[in-house]
Nanobody, 125 residues
Framework: QVQLVESGGGLVQAGGSLRLSCAAP????????MAWFRQAPGKEREFVGA????????NYADSVKRRFTIFRDRAKNTVYLQMNSLEPEDTAVYYC??????????????????WGQGTQVTVSS
C-alpha cells in the first residue's frame, strides 16, 4: 500500500503564503501524475493542479493560476505546493494524490489511485 504523507498546512492571513509537502517514502512515481486537490466544508473535492513526475507538464485550475506552483524534488521523492497570495476562499483540506492519469482525466479525483491523509489550510481575512 503506497502511502503519501502530507505536511505544511496551517493558519495564515490573507495575502500570506504556505508550502505543502507530499512525500512518498520508498516509492517513485515515474509513470504517475502527482496532483493536489482541496475540499472545503460542504463542497466537493476540487482539482488544484498536477504535474508529471518528470516536471515537464504542469497544469493548474484557473482559480489558482499565477498564485500556486507545483514542483518536485526527485532526491527527496517529494512534491510541493507553493501557495502565495492566499485568499479566504482557499480555505480547505488539501490532499495530494498520485495516479496514472491523462490530461483529460487528471481533474477528476476518482481517477487517482493513491491519496495523502489531507492537511488543513485556513486563510483568515
Amino acid at each position: 500500500q503506497v502511502q503519501l504523507v502530507e505536511s505544511g498546512g496551517g493558519l495564515v492571513q490573507a495575502g500570506g503564503s504556505l508550502r505543502l509537502s507530499c512525500a512518498a517514502p520508498g516509492r517513485t512515481f515515474g509513470r504517475y501524475r502527482m496532483a493536489w486537490f482541496r475540499q472545503a466544508p460542504g463542497k466537493e473535492r476540487e482539482f488544484v493542479g498536477a504535474t508529471t513526475w518528470s516536471g515537464i507538464s504542469t497544469n493548474y485550475a484557473d482559480s489558482v493560476k499565477r498564485r500556486f506552483t507545483i514542483f518536485r524534488d526527485r532526491a527527496k521523492n517529494t512534491v510541493y505546493l507553493q501557495m502565495n497570495s492566499l485568499e479566504p476562499e482557499d480555505t480547505a483540506v488539501y490532499y495530494c494524490a498520485a495516479g496514472t492519469v491523462t490530461i483529460a482525466t487528471m481533474t477528476s479525483a476518482e481517477h487517482f489511485d493513491y491519496w495523502g491523509q489531507g492537511t488543513q489550510v485556513t486563510v483568515s481575512s
